[in-house]
């Protein structure tokens, strides 16, 4: 593996923190009683794209290893894989997007969501129920349907929020560009 | 210290062993929790895991709140397991054993309920385990042990940054949530989902902002300070191993190794008194 | 020959995304056993110079390097960070972010670690390091449970460890309270002494910095030195004023009475000037002229808070007990006090972003406790310190009209009401800019009007100038100043003794959870016990007065301010 820049380092280990923050402390009451939406996912897709697969798949990693560790019930794998998974493909799926330079249009905003929508359908409705399968033997249609559900929770979220910081960020980074006053 | 894992500093058999130790025991007691389904060896794991409990000096007391949140966890997932595939215990062991003279899709069978049990105790055969891993290792040792056991010392020092500044991104977190709400931004059930989602972002922009720069400030402190110079690093935390350390990593190899034995005695992960 | 460290010859550095040099023609020595300080307002190149020492360009940060600079007689360009690591020790100025250990001992250990030092001898340096900068004792202690001072000799200590020959401090006062500032100085003084290491300061708060003697003083403005000499010298010329950096406050007022600043007077020092009999009478007259009694007005009470206690929830410590206080209408009051003393708290419970245990908050004579944080907001407006913090929109017109849209005000409302604020904040020609075009100060003033378009009575401020330069502290207060002008109540939670001298009307001084003190800043700043337990200076001017053998020091301090609102900023 090529060695890692301590930039990247340092973004896996504040992606993970704050992944882990918003996982753990930040509560979206969801239109389903008792249930919360979790938004860390627009933040992994948004490290994912500036800092590349690597960066994504140990920030969920990190982060989601956490968030299981902090609540004490064990850690559940499958569910910690599958976060690292969708931080790795959704870092693949950017690959030529380059934010980090402000580029960020219409077409990156197409790729990133088209990209989101596949590495979260892989990621929950394909990785974390076979490997619930495989470790815990849960009934299938159990843990499908809690893949299911999970997937179109996230999609949506890591769409608005994914997207809206992209674009904040792409936006944030200065351009040379002739600002003028207007009267 | 940070205690945000709930890290109770004491002296104790089990606090004296190496961060690297306990990391290497949860992962064979994991994997070993995890193969099998056999009844009696999830027993042996659940009691060896609450019977060390004592021995870490660690009370019911220290570990209620996470055993609480573990135990509405665990009812609602029994719960779903029932809903969803009441046959599944039927599936697994072969036979079909009604009870209390009902019949039905419904209706409990012994071996769903025997399946159920055992989920539980799959539960209990590795929680305790795993309460005991987050009561008794310093979250300062943990980096030193990834590096210790083989992970590269670059991710391990990405645990341990995530680790360092958790709790000041949860402040900024809470500054900056307090700071919009007073302008209008709400998260509560008033608005309708997207514009919850937006108000979220409207929160997590200035977060992930002031995170880049930061990134971007550690990492040229860090540089400056000569990380990543060598193909090695030394750490400060890392710990000798002991005889007590091999001792507790050979106990746990066996539990793995008596687990992949009674799959492979069995037939199946499933330890099954219906044939 | 040999003991020169640093050498710039004819230097000129452009990063690779500006479309001009940052720096020309640099030519600076720095010796062995040298202490200077590089001053000069923000974006003079004072932060490139740092850059450029520590190897961070051209290896962090690229762009195009002319000229050369040697590091020990080495091309700096050729080395690697890490080599000039072991010669230069650097101390950011973020003491956040340069703290990556997860305890005390842990980042005194860093740079060890990466040097693969055993772990018996990490160990036995740590403790001699900790021992120097007086830390034994919290060496396991998280970076959340130690203070600002602790944290910065933490940084300190993490360069040290590795005995280096130059340390470069940048901008350590930024961050501190001007008492910590002050133990920074004498701090960076004691570990010259002891190491004989160079040292070089990169500040622009003068009068600090020189509480302790430096040797010399280079003075930057637009990328190039302005002037390389004595502090002495410096002062006594005009080149400070022309680059817009503060002079020490004593000499402004010795510049008031009319004395000429020579350097054979030993201005860089309050302890060795020397003033002649003729000048200490021309400070006395000015004294005489400027000591009237002034009647102030009274004006009705827009906030009381009476009884009011809080405690806080995780750590169950009142961090607020019996608070009285009361701001009048029209008023610009300063709140000062150590870190965890209260003040943020205070102001967070009145916004209603904390729930009080106890006590009364009326505004308006009104029971404001039952409102909720976002109806108070319509009344009480609260600014955060870090602009960053607050920005969440790509444009300013839509940063500025969230609070009304999120209120649901009809859109052709939110277009008036946005214009005027942003025409009141000096905005409007910008309106349609992106946010990330503007300097920090700009930045500053979008937060302010963001909160200034729901029309609140009274704003609070978190330290509204912390961090800038002389330029942006006058843009600020200046903005500040025009917005009470208009009516609208300001309270400034601050550590700034420039800022509570210059434009507070009264100090509001809050120490363990109460208020000690309320009364004005000149009599706050001449009380020995109140500046002690605020953890702030007094202020040279009393010292001055001392000096002059004016008794009353506090009427001084109370006659410079009221001269320099009267004749100097109209």
Known sequence: MKKLSVKTIVAIGIGAALFFVLGRFVAIPSPVPNTNISIQYGLLAFIAAVFGPVAGALAGLIGHFFIDFSYGWGVWWSWVIASAVFGCLMGVATMRLKIDEGEFGTKGIITFNVGQAIAHLISWVVVAPVLDILMFQEPANKVFLQGVTGAIINIITTAIVGTLVCLAYSKAIPKKGSLKEEN | MNNLFNYIEKESPIHGLTGATKLVCLLLWSLAAMTTYDTRLLLVLAVLGIALFPIGRIGVKDVSFMLWFTLVFLVLNTVLVYLFSPQHGTEVYGTCTYLFGLSGHFAPTAEQLFFQLNYILKYFATIPFVLLFVCTTNPSEFAASLNKIGVSYSVSYSVALALRYIPDIQKQYHEISQASQARGVELSKKASLVSRLKSASAILVPLILSSMDRIEIISNAMELRCFGKNKKRTWYMAQKFKALDYVSMIVCALLLVASITLTHINGSRFYNPFK | MNDVIIEFNDLGFQYRAQAKPTLYNINLKVRKGEKILIAGPSGCGKSTMASLINGLIPISYKGEITGSLLIKGKESREMSMFDISHIVGTVLQDSDAQFVGMTVAEDLAFALENDCIPQDNMKNRVKEVAEILNLGSVLRHAPSELSGGQKQRV??????????????????????????????????????????????????????????????????????????????????????????????????????????????????????????????????????????????????????????????????????????????????????????????????????????????????????????????????????????????????????????????????????????????????????????????????????????????????????????????????????????????????????????????????VFNGGRIIADKSCAKVLTDTDIVDKASLKETSLYHLAGLCGISDGTAFVQGFIDYERENVRK
Not at chain 3, 256 to 261: C, P, Q
Not at chain 3, 431 to 455: D, F, H
């Open chain 3, 155 to 508: 940084s300190v200590g993490g360069v040290m460890a590795s005995d280096v020959e130059l340390f470069l401090f940048d901008e350590p006062l930024a961050n501190l309270d001007p008492k910590t500032g002050k133990q920074a100085i004498e701090l960076i003084d004691e570990l010259q002494k002891r190491t004989g290491a160079a040292v070089i300061i990169i500040e622009h708060r003068l009068e600090d910095v020189l509480h302790r003697p430096v040797d010399r003083i280079v003075l930057m403005n637009e990328g190039r030195i302005v002037s390389d000499t004595t502090p002495d010298e410096l002062l006594a010329s005009e080149n400070l004023a022309n680059c817009g950096v503060r002079e020490p406050l004593y000499l402004t007022a010795l510049k008031y009475a009319g004395v000429d600043i020579k350097a054979e007077m030993h201005p860089a020092s309050l302890d060795e000037l020397t003033l002649s009999e003729a000048d200490k009478s021309k400070i006395r007259a000015f004294f005489e002229q400027n000591n009237k009694v002034k009647e102030k007005a009274d004006s009705e009470e827009l906030l009381t808070v009476r009884d009011l206690s809080f405690t806080y929830e995780k750590t169950n410590k009142k961090t607020l007990e019996d608070i009285a206080a009361s701001i009048q209408k029209g008023e610009m009051v300063a709140v000062v006090g150590t870190n965890g003393a209260g003040k943020s708290t205070f102001s967070k419970v009145v916004c209603g972003m904390e729930k009080e245990d106890s006590g009364e908050i009326l505004f308006n004579g009104e029971d404001f406790r039952n409102l909720s944080i976002k109806e108070r907001a319509e009344h009480v407006g609260y600014v955060m310190q870090n602009p960053n913090q607050m920005i969440s929109k790509v444009m300013i017109f839509d940063e500025v009209a969230m609070g009304l849209r999120l209120r649901g005000v009809p859109e052709d409302e939110v277009k008036t009401r946005v214009e005027k604020a942003l025409e009141i904040c000096g905005l409007y020609k910008m309106r349609n800019w992106p946010i990330s075009a503007l300097s920090y100060g700009q930045k500053k003033r979008v937060t302010i009007c963001s909160i200034l378009v729901l029309e609140p009575e009274l704003m609070i401020l978190d330290e509204p100038t912390a961090g800038q330069d002389y330029r942006n502290y006058t843009r600020i207060m200046e903005f500040l100043k025009s917005l009470n002008d208009r009516g609208i109540t300001i309270v400034m939670i601050t550590h700034d003794m420039h800022l509570m001298l210059e434009y507070a009307d009264r100090s509001i």
